[in-house]
């Protein structure tokens, strides 16, 4: 244990004692309980957890909506490669737990993962005495990896990603991780550039190795788009044949950009209809002001009622359907690129079948980037002017952009297979 790492067990130590007794005092003074605080304290005991005899136990953790969907294809392999396997699924955010226990309920447990104290990770293993503890993405917790390792369970970092953007901040407490990484058995990256990165941090080079991303294999299901299609073109009271454009995942700031490129291509199709979907629905209100400030006409996801058709712009302000939404998109851009915050999943449009544009902010996205501009199903746009001239040049092109929307459809399928890559590194370490 060096000293950097005892440092920051000490601190989380005093914090654990620091938070519980007055989490326990509110507790008995209001009568009331936080089923997601007890499990993030380590509190298990309401769940009925049934360990299969003598088949192993793996608990996989996926903060949030985004590792979920990157959890969910390791999942549904593993459990096709080791079949008689007790899977714990934890995540940190409630909307991360509700995409859980949506799409993998029946099939695993799904629990809130424990705070990274000390005490609340020992009750947590203690409970479900996993015999592989597995992190999904940048999910690097010193104490949980720690103590895993100490009780005699194997670790492993499956579809690593650590940005361009994180590693900075990475490297400032390397001393801290380095230690930490040297028991990790297994480091299953995306692509390359984390390979390196996490390296750099001080995984022995020995156990890093590159799979993929395991979030490209669900994406490709022509079936479900179709029904997406249909579905969404039924709600919004939308014809087909109209000319819509989908902003995904949009970041303060970058609404006011989307509305004057869109206020540009309506100079010239007029009937051009937009579907803003902030990343923060929170963030509806200010949207609506800038809406009303602009005299655009507008109507709120939530608001939809009855046969009327949508006005020219819609809000999405819900949380599960974007990507529903993407399939009905004549053109998509996706934000959090416009400004500098590392981009958001880009292969979410391109695996429809949409031309999809982006700023030049991807860094949490790199390899999504690279392969829909090898295959030339997507492109950068720097500011209004330019997705302005690139939506109109598609919309007076649709040869062009059924091409383009092809071409990302080609780019998402040629990658498949990255789930079943990462399973098998985790069934192999139990087999070890």
């Known amino acids: 244990m060096n000293f950097p790492y005892s440092i920051y067990r000490y601190l989380t130590t005093g914090l654990y004692y620091s938070f519980s007794p007055a989490y326990r005092l509110f507790q008995k003074v209001s009568g009331k309980s936080y089923p997601d605080m007890d499990q993030r304290l380590g509190n298990y005991g309401k769940l009925v957890f049934h360990k299969k005899h003598r088949q192993p136990v793996i608990w996989i953790h996926a903060a949030s909506v985004g590792e979920v969907n990157a959890a969910t294809g390791i999942i549904e392999k593993l459990l096709a490669i080791v079949p008689d396997c007790t899977i714990v699924f934890s995540t940190t955010t409630k909307h991360g737990q509700s995409s859980a226990i949506q799409l993998l309920g029946k099939k695993v447990y799904c629990v809130y993962a424990p705070l990274d104290f000390v005490a609340s990770v020992r009750k947590a293993l203690h409970f479900f005495t996993p015999d592989i503890l597995v992190c999904i993405e940048t999910e690097i917790w010193p104490n949980w ?26 490297v400032r407490y390397k001393s801290l991780f380095n230690n930490i990484l040297q028991h990790v058995e297994a480091f299953s990256m995306i692509q390359k550039e984390d390979a390196e990165r996490i390296k750099l941090l001080g995984a022995p080079a020995e156990k890093v190795q590159i799979n993929g991303n395991s979030k490209y294999d669900r994406l490709v299901q022509p079936s479900i788009a179709e029904f997406n299609k249909n579905k969404m073109s039924s709600i919004f009271k939308l014809d087909l044949q109209n000319r819509i454009f989908v902003a995904g995942s949009t970041r303060k700031n970058e609404e006011e950009i989307i509305l004057d490129a869109y206020e540009g291509v309506c100079q010239f199709f007029p009937d051009t209809k937009l579907i803003l979907a902030p990343r923060h629905i929170e963030r509806t209100p ?34 599960g359907e974007l990507q529903a939404a993407y399939s ?50 997507g492109g950068v746009v720097r500011d209004a002017k330019e997705l302005t001239a690139k939506i109109l040049d598609l919309f007076q092109n649709p040869r062009k952009a059924a091409d383009m929307g092809d071409r990302a459809i080609r780019a998402v399928s040629s990658n498949q297979g990255a789930s079943e890559r990462h399973a098998f590194v985790i069934k192999n370490i139990l087999n070890n």
Do not use: W
């Open 145 to 170: 990896l720690y103590e895993a390792h100490r009780m005699g369970m194997k670790t492993a970092i499956i579809n690593g990603r650590i940005s361009a953007r994180s590693i900075k901040n990475y």
């Open 286 to 319: 200010s949207i609506e002001k800038l809406m009303h400030s602009r005299g655009l006409d507008y109507q709120l996801r939530t608001a939809i009622t009855g046969d009327r058709m949508i006005p020219k712009v819609l809000i999405l302000n819900t949380i």
């Open 328 to 377: 009905i998109a004549s053109v998509a851009f996706c934000g959090g690129s416009l400004v500098p915050l590392g981009g958001h999943n880009i292969l979410e449009a391109a695996a429809v079948g949409t031309p999809v544009f982006y700023g030049p902010y991807m860094d949490d996205f790199s390899d999504a980037r690279e392969l829909l501009e090898t295959q030339g199903g």
